[in-house]
């Protein structure tokens, strides 16, 4: 069993999970705001999970 997939994932949806709820819940005027600041937090997590994956495999 592959493990790196997985995490990849899971670590993904829970990324997707709380990026899509901050931005539901802001008020209209930080919406534009939180989704600029959401999208750059995701793709360095990104980066950082996949080395991280790596280091497991």
């Known amino acids: 069993m592959e493990y790196k997939p997985m995490i990849k994932g899971a670590v993904v949806g829970m990324m997707a999970g709380t990026a ?7 008020p209209d005027r930080k919406k534009k705001m939180l989704k600029k600041s959401t999208g750059k937090a ?3 997590f990104g980066t950082a999970v996949d080395c991280f994956s790596s280091m497991i495999v």
Request: hydrophobic share 50%.
């Open 20 to 26: 899509f709820y901050m931005v539901s819940k802001s």
């Open 42 to 44: 995701i793709k360095a």
